[in-house]
C-alpha cells in the first residue's frame, strides 16, 4: 500500500543517512587534527569503510529504513537511536580487538555527537518535508472501505492510523438521499463504486461478510469497469479467533490461529533453547543438588526420591512428567491437586514447592524432547478431561509442548485452581502464549520465573 512518494521519501532517507554519517566522521577526523589530536590519513581511510559497514549492518538490525519504520515517526526516532548505539559497541569493540588505538576518546565522542546531532536535524527536515508534500500535494492514497460491518469498521480504523493513506470514509453512508416517503435511498455497490471512481477513490477496501462470498465475481466485474482497484477483507471478526493464510501448492490455505511455532526455523529456535537451558542446569545445579534433595527427602518419608506421573502433552499424547517428591506416598496424587496446608506435603516438600525446586528433574523431561523450558504447564489427564468438557478452547493449549514455567504462571496463575475462572484465566493466558511466540518472550518469561522463585509466590504451595 505503500505510494511512490513514500518509497522515494524512504530512499531519501537512507541516502541522506549515509551522507551525513560519512561527513560527521569526516568532520570528527578533521576537528581532531586541527586541535592537536593527530590521527594519520590511512588510519582513517582504513576504518571509515569498516565504519560504514558497521552501520549498515546496524540499520538492517533495527529494520530503520523499512516500510513499517518509516511510517511512524516515533518508530524512526526509536531505530535511529538503537542503531547509533549499537554501532558505537561494535565499532569500539572493533578498534579495540585489532589493537587500533590511534583513535583517540576525544574523536570517538566528537563523531557520535555529530552524528546525533546530524540526525536530529534531518528527522526535523525530513518530518516537515513530508507534512508539507502531504498538506500542499495530497500524495496519500485515497482509499474507501465498503461493508460497514464489524470488520469493516475495524479495517476503517486501521486505514486512519496509516501516513500513506487518505481514508475518505465508507462508501455508500451518505444519509442524504431519501425519497418522498422519508425512507433512505440504498445505492447498490455498482453505484457506490461508480461514485467512489468519481471522487478519485484509487482502491475500494471490502469487507466481506462470509455469507456474501458468492456476490465477488459481480464486484470485481463493476471495479474494472469503473477503473478502482478492489481489495476484499473477509470479515471473520465474529469468529474470535486469530486467522492467518498459508500457501500450499496453488491453494490457500485459511488457519484458524496464528502459531508461529508452526513455522520451522522457529521450532528449531525453541528447541535449541530447550537443549541449551536444560543441560545447563542439569550440569550446574542439577549434578550437586540431586544427592542433597535425595538423602532429605528419603529421611523424612520413605519411598522414591523422584515422583513420575502420567501428564497431557503435545497433541494431547500422555507422557510421564519427573519431579522431587514432595509428598508422602499417597492414593490420591493422580486426582487431587496441592492445597493451602495440604497435609500430604513433607517439610522439605513445602520448600521445594515454595522455591519450585521440585520441578528441576522436568529438565530430562526437556532434554528429551517431551516438554519445553516455557509453555502450558502440563495437567494430569483426569483434569484434562474434566476441564476440557466445561471449558472452551481448553484443548487449545496442547497444540504446544508443555512447559516448566509458562506466561500464565507468571502473571499469577499457578498452583490450585479452585475455581473455573482462575482456569479459564490460565488457558487464555496459555493461548496468548502460543500466538505471541517469540524467543525474546521465553527468555523475559525465564527472567521474571527467577524473579518470582526469589520475591516468593503467594500460590506455590
Known amino acids: 500500500m505503500e505510494t511512490r512518494y513514500f518509497y522515494l521519501l524512504r530512499f531519501a532517507l537512507a541516502v541522506s543517512d549515509l551522507i551525513i554519517f560519512n561527513f ?49 515517526l516515533e518508530h524512526i526516532y526509536r531505530a535511529t537511536w538503537r542503531s547509533i548505539a549499537l554501532h558505537c559497541f561494535i565499532f569500539i569493540a572493533y578498534l579495540f580487538f585489532t589493537d587500533n588505538t590511534d583513535f583517540s576518546r576525544a574523536y570517538l565522542i566528537a563523531f557520535y555527537s555529530l552524528l546525533a546531532g546530524g540526525f536530529i536535524l534531518s528527522r526535523l527536515t525530513s518530518t516537515s518535508l513530508q507534512h508539507a508534500l502531504t498538506k500542499t500535494y495530497d500524495i496519500r492514497k485515497a482509499v474507501a472501505v465498503l461493508g460497514m460491518n464489524q470488520g469493516g469498521l475495524k479495517l476503517a480504523s486501521y486505514l486512519q492510523q496509516q501516513s500513506s493513506l487518505n481514508f475518505v470514509g465508507f462508501l455508500g453512508e451518505d444519509r442524504s438521499q431519501v425519497n418522498k416517503n422519508g425512507e433512505l435511498i440504498v445505492q447498490s455497490p455498482a453505484e457506490q463504486l461508480k461514485k467512489a471512481a468519481e471522487s478519485g477513490i484509487e482502491e475500494v477496501f471490502v469487507s466481506v461478510d462470509p455469507d456474501k462470498m458468492n456476490d465477488l465475481a459481480d464486484l470485481i466485474k463493476e471495479g474494472e469497469k469503473q477503473c478502482v482497484r478492489l481489495k476484499f477483507v473477509p470479515d471473520l ?55 542433597l534433595l535425595a538423602i532429605i527427602i528419603k529421611i523424612q518419608s520413605p519411598g522414591p526420591v523422584l ?34 496446608n495440604d497435609d500430604r506435603i513433607t517439610p522439605i516438600g513445602k520448600f521445594m514447592r515454595k522455591t519450585s525446586i521440585d520441578e528441576l528433574p522436568q529438565f530430562f ?15 494430569m489427564l483426569a483434569h484434562t478431561e474434566q476441564y476440557r468438557q466445561i471449558i472452551d478452547k481448553y484443548m487449545v493449549r496442547q497444540f504446544l509442548k508443555p512447559g516448566i514455567s509458562g506466561w500464565a504462571q507468571v502473571n499469577g496463575f499457578r ?43 503467594e500460590n506455590a504451595y
Request: hydrophobic share 40%; glycine share 6%; aromatic share 16%.
Open 307 to 340: 515422583f513420575k506421573q502420567l501428564r497431557s502433552g503435545r497433541d494431547n499424547k500422555p507422557f510421564w512428567c519427573y519431579k522431587f517428591r514432595s509428598m508422602r506416598m499417597n492414593s490420591d496424587s493422580d486426582k487431587r491437586q496441592a492445597s493451602l
Open 365 to 379: 523431561n526437556v532434554l528429551l524432547g517431551y516438554m519445553s523450558v516455557i509453555g502450558p504447564r502440563p495437567h
Open 237 to 291: 471478526t465474529a469468529l474470535e479467533t486469530n486467522f492467518r493464510f498459508d500457501k500450499m501448492g496453488n491453494f490457500t490455505v485459511l488457519c484458524a490461529r496464528k502459531e508461529p511455532l508452526e513455522d520451522i526455523e522457529n521450532r528449531f529456535k525453541k528447541r535449541l533453547f530447550d537443549i541449551i537451558v536444560s543441560l545447563g542446569v542439569i550440569v550446574f545445579i542439577f549434578s550437586w543438588l540431586y544427592p
Open 415 to 457: 498452583g490450585e485452581t479452585k475455581e473455573q475462572g482462575l482456569m479459564e484465566k490460565r488457558v487464555e493466558h496459555d493461548i496468548w502464549y502460543m500466538e505471541n511466540w517469540s524467543v525474546m518472550l521465553d527468555i523475559k518469561i525465564v527472567f521474571y520465573t527467577i524473579i518470582n522463585v526469589f520475591k516468593g509466590e
Open 24 to 72: 560527521c566522521f569526516f568532520l570528527g577526523y578533521y576537528l581532531a587534527n586541527k586541535y592537536g589530536i593527530y590521527i594519520d590519513r590511512d588510519v582513517y581511510r582504513n576504518n571509515v569503510m569498516i565504519s560504514n559497514l558497521i552501520w549498515v549492518v546496524c540499520t538492517g538490525v533495527f529494520a530503520l529504513y523499512a516500510e513499517g519504520t518509516v511510517h511512524k
